[in-house]
């Protein structure tokens, strides 16, 4: 397998449900991602793209087939394993900013730093560092409550960038902003993808197609179209 | 990263500053009367033994009244003879035996010149022989215990300065003393009792201000006569006795009522209905435990009640916040938290409830016993009699601080566990779709 594959999904079926009632969010799904792609998952709700990015971002396990993030098999991984490769090689961007509300938005961007047990005075200044990348150094002692939207999005994106990860997931991140500051959350998103990280964005805003290279609509839980 | 879960935990308890204080209270008010029933158990005991232990632990009242729990002394009654005190004191678990010979006095009177007299009221005066002071266990400051058949007297401290602070009673002065029958008797005071720091017990049933020997006050006494017109015998109505060691103060006790009620003077002397009854230390002490266990009984289970109801709180409102917190679990989850990580953020926000219900409870008990022994001083006092003068020192019993905040810790982890396993085995895709 060449190495430049971020993420490679191998006829991934994914079945909710119990035996009597079941429902096939994903079926055969097979895909590859290049590493420093910028992909934009399309599609209608319920037509499995939430399902593939939970797949993707180790948050949820297939039915069947397979998935391989970075030569690694994720199939074979236990939930601590799954929580590690969480914590150090995927970006979460939620559409609800997700941020914890009792802490700082320095706090929330530590979080992750947090749970891979980094040290105090590092993970501060990595924090720092990227709150003053997304203009928000006088912000970090606030509370997500005081930020506006689009400042959280910012400490969303600041937090999912906090371990390097060498991939963002980012599902529907402007769905709750105006669409001036989604453009800027997009412009941001665009630029970390100059920077080498691989990016997976989940939309159904046919504006957004634009900040992506390749694009795959989704239906009924099958890849209807690949551009 | 123990640290940093921890103070997470302290983050959203300050984020919930009255729920996190509602659900306090159940630990607070449990904790804190366990608190109150230590300190309140401690000081009163201290209390008991101070009392008790400057009176001879061996020693024993004997008396006449109502047998019974608790019996009953009538002081009025008298009956024991000098025969009756030498023949107890022949039984073989018995020391050492004194009579007490109640004898009322008109006046103290202190001669300053030739027809200068000084009298103040003279109270009541102990008529006895020196083995008293042993069996109270009490001693002589300055000089030395009357002699038996000499017009000699000792008295307490605080007699000295009856005929004023500025001319205090010296050893060797001269008094006068006037029965109620108003004889005058020419008296020396040989020696000043050591006032105990703490006022006991016996000391104020005795109050014990002045004593003498039963020859030449009581015996040639009216009020001290039983017997028929033709046969007078000097009876006394209580005895203090001394056993000979404390593991035989019952066998003496035995043995005093098998004398007394077979073949003693005192039994033909005592009203028919009237028992002989004999009150040991160790008696009151037992008494006083069987109260104090009681009352902490009691206590124990509402504290007891109130740490479960308390728990059950702390339970319910950790359910609520994981519930709340749903969607914040699934995050820490995407961005790496381990299920682990997740339990601890909970357990430690219950544990942390624990330890604040825990210490705010030892600080609410600590101020609670402090009050209850203020109430319990003051009801003393209201009391009067032989506890007026004693006072219950605060005596807090401190380990128990340490294991009632232990014990709110492990209430709050107990409470915990259950809300904690909820939070930790959530599905992270279901808990990121929760709203």
Redesign the interface.
């Known amino acids: 397998m060449p190495d430049d594959i971020a993420i490679e999904t191998n006829s991934i079926t994914k079945i909710y449900g119990t035996s009597k009632v079941q429902f096939r969010a994903l079926n055969n799904v097979s895909l590859k991602v290049k590493r420093g792609d910028f992909i934009a998952l399309m599609g209608p709700s319920g037509s499995g793209k939430t399902t593939l990015m939970n797949l993707i971002g180790c948050l949820d396990r297939t039915t069947s087939g397979e998935i391989i993030l970075d030569g690694q098999n994720l199939s074979i991984l236990n939930d601590n394993q799954l929580a590690e490769i969480r914590g150090k090689k995927i970006g979460f961007i939620f559409q609800t900013f997700n941020l914890v509300p009792t802490i700082s938005a320095l706090k929330n961007v530590e979080l992750p730093l947090v749970f891979g047990d980094m040290s105090r005075v590092s993970r501060e200044k990595i924090a720092l560092d990227l709150l003053k990348k997304f203009g928000l150094e006088n912000w970090a002692r606030n509370l997500p409550s005081e930020l506006s939207g689009g400042q959280q999005q910012r400490v969303a994106i600041a937090r999912a960038l906090a371990n390097n990860p060498s991939i963002i997931l980012a599902d529907e991140p402007t769905g709750n902003l105006d669409s001036a500051t989604g453009l800027q959350i997009m412009k941001y998103l665009a630029s970390i993808n100059k920077e080498g990280k691989t990016i997976v964005l989940v939309t159904h805003d046919n504006s957004l197609k634009k900040f992506a290279n390749r694009i795959i609509t989704m239906k009924d839980g099958e890849i209807s179209e690949h551009k | ?1 123990i640290a ?2 921890f103070l ?1 935990s302290l ?2 308890l ?2 919930h500053k009255i729920r996190t204080f509602l659900t306090l209270i159940g630990v607070i008010i449990g904790i804190g009367s366990v608190i109150i029933v230590t300190t309140a158990g401690s000081s009163v005991r201290i209390f008991i033994e101070e009392q008790w232990n400057i009176f001879n632990p061996t020693g024993m009242v004997i008396g006449i009244g109502t047998a019974g729990d608790p019996p009953q002394i009538s002081f009025r009654e008298m009956g024991f003879t000098d025969h009756d005190v030498e023949e107890l004191k022949n039984l073989s678990y018995v020391k050492e035996v004194a009579p007490i010979g109640l004898l009322p006095l008109k006046a103290i009177k202190l001669r300053e010149g030739f027809l200068k007299w000084q009298s103040k009221a003279g109270g009541t005066m102990y008529a006895t022989t020196p083995a008293l002071l042993d069996i109270m266990g009490m001693e002589i400051e300055e000089g030395r215990m009357f002699q038996d058949k000499k017009n000699e007297i000792v008295m307490s401290k605080s007699m000295t300065t009856l005929f004023g602070v500025d001319k205090p009673l010296k050893v060797g002065d001269t008094l006068y003393i006037q029965r109620l029958d108003g004889k005058l008797i020419k008296t020396t005071l040989v020696g000043i009792l050591k006032e105990s720091e703490n006022s006991n017990i016996m000391s104020q049933v005795t109050s014990l201000s002045i004593a003498g020997p039963v020859d030449p006050y009581y015996s040639t006494y009216f009020g001290s006569n039983v017997g028929g017109i033709f046969k007078h015998v000097t009876a006394y109505g209580i005895l203090y006795a001394d056993a000979t060691d404390k593991e035989h103060v019952d066998d003496a006790k035995n043995q005093i009522l098998n004398y007394l009620n077979t073949s003693s003077d005192a039994k033909n002397y005592k009203d028919k209905n009237s028992d002989f009854v004999v009150i040991t230390q160790q008696y009151i002490i037992s008494k006083v435990d069987q109260i104090t266990s009681v009352m902490s009984m009691l206590i124990t289970s509402i504290a007891l009640v109130s740490l479960v109801v308390g728990g059950i709180g702390i339970a319910n409102i950790m359910f609520a916040t994981v519930t709340e917190r749903t ?2 679990i ?10 682990r ?1 997740i339990m601890s953020l909970f357990l430690y926000q219950s544990a942390m409830i624990g330890l604040l219900g825990g210490v705010l409870g030892v600080i609410l008990g600590a101020s609670g016993g402090a009050f209850i022994i203020q109430i319990l001083n003051q009801y003393l006092k209201e009391l009067g009699g032989a506890f007026s003068t004693g006072n219950i020192a605060l005596a807090y019993s401190t380990q128990w601080f340490l294991i009632a905040v232990i014990f709110g810790v492990m209430i709050g982890i107990l409470a915990g566990v259950l809300p904690a396993r909820k939070a930790a085995k959530m ?3 279901v808990a ?1 779709r929760y709203s």
Do not use: F, H, W, Y
Request: glycine content about 8%; overall charge neutral.
């Open positions: 990263m940093d879960i997470m983050d959203a300050r984020s969607r914040e699934g995050t820490m989850m995407a961005i790496g938290a381990k299920r990580n599905d992270p895709v990121l």
